[in-house]
């Protein structure tokens, strides 16, 4: 009985059946009603309870439709894996592959050489020599750039390293300037070892090698003196690691749960116990101070943390003489170690 007190599960039964008879009126004449001759009922009269009769047929509805749900989802996270691949990126590298002048721009001696990574990447550099009777003429500075731009836009850094009297080798990046290939974190990593093989097979000794890193380029520095003997480093504007700049950047991003290209400066500090110089000003305003107080926390000694004036990477224009002062009396303190160990 229903809650109207009719016998239900009869009629059930009576409408299960009529399922499947040709005779549409015995289930209408079983309550005493005689059809319309206008009144047709189809053959493939559904009431619901045909699905009741195949539930497989309902399982695998549903297996499909879960389906194209989770192939859904995954399209969906590829997606915005691919986006937040291309923002990460977008943001670490800056490659401007036109050189705006060439190294005879500088009006003395050089060399535009061409050399290879490890994994057969053509790279392009410009190397200056010391005069002839500079008695740093056996010493060389590696300069290893920022993000962004390519070694044409570096001849403050060439000029005042000449005048310090040290060989100057600027590379670029894979990607950038004359460089084939395309920016990585390991692939910059290989394009520094690789120039710094060049410098030897100019004859220069590797402890008589120092490497200056411009911002990005003190991560790759670090590194190099990580992998490759070094007479000293010098991050200039350097920050600890991308993640650190991402989350200050984005606070509203996982950055550090999400990125996959680090440069993690402190790790490599960490590793190695070649002196450092690090230049940094309290008036950036990309890089903030704590970075290099965090790098220069996790050097070995000696170390020495040093103040210019001056925006990101605009301290060897606005405050020249005191970065030539702090880069000559490191150099100074790299010869005299060298003499030591004679």
């Known amino acids: 009985m229903d809650i109207f007190g009719h016998e239900s599960q009869g009629i059930l039964d009576r409408m299960i ?29 559904d009431c619901g309870h045909a699905r009741a009769c195949h539930p497989e047929r309902v399982m695998d509805s549903n297996r499909k439709q879960r389906l194209k749900n989770l192939v859904g989802t995954l399209v969906l996270l590829c997606f915005l894996w691919a986006v937040l691949r291309w923002f990460e990126y977008s943001q670490v590298y800056h490659p401007h592959k036109k050189l705006e002048q060439s190294g005879a721009a500088l009006g003395r001696p050089w060399e535009n050489v061409f050399f290879e990574a490890s994994d057969g990447v053509r790279l392009n550099g410009w190397f200056f020599p010391a005069d002839a009777n500079s008695p740093r003429r056996q010493w060389a500075v590696l300069l290893c ?21 040290v060989n100057v080798f600027a590379f670029d990046y894979r990607g950038y300037g004359a460089s084939e290939g395309r920016p990585s974190e390991e692939g910059t990593y290989a394009d520094a070892l690789a120039a710094h093989r060049w410098l030897q097979e100019k004859g220069l000794a590797a402890e008589k090698i120092l490497g200056l890193g411009e911002s990005l380029g003190g991560a790759i520095a670090a590194e190099l003196a990580v992998r490759a003997p ?37 790790a490599k500090l960490a590793r190695i116990k070649t002196p450092v110089l690090i230049l940094h ?6 890089i903030g101070f704590h970075h290099a107080e965090k790098n220069f926390a996790a050097a070995s000694e000696p170390k020495f943390l040093r103040e210019l004036a001056g925006d990101h990477n605009e301290s060897l224009v606005t405050d020249a003489e005191r970065y030539r002062r702090y880069v000559d009396e490191f150099l100074r303190l790299i010869e005299s170690r060298s003499e030591m160990r004679r």
Do not use: C, M
Request: net charge negative; aromatic share 12%; charged share 15%.
């Open 230 to 266: 070094l007479g000293g480093i010098i991050l200039q504007s350097t920050f600890s690691s991308v993640p650190d700049v991402g989350g200050e950047l984005f606070p509203w991003l996982p950055v550090r749960w999400i990125s996959t290209i680090h440069y993690d400066v402190p």
């Open 281 to 286: 000003s309290r008036e950036d305003s990309l």
């Open 145 to 165: 750039h920022g993000n962004a731009g390519n070694i044409s836009h570096r001849f403050a850094y060439f000029e005042l390293l000449i005048e310090l009297g």
């Open 17 to 45: 059946a009529i399922k499947f008879t040709k005779n549409p009126g015995a289930w209408i004449n079983g309550f005493g009603i005689n059809p319309s001759p206008a009144l047709h009922i189809s053959d493939d009269f």
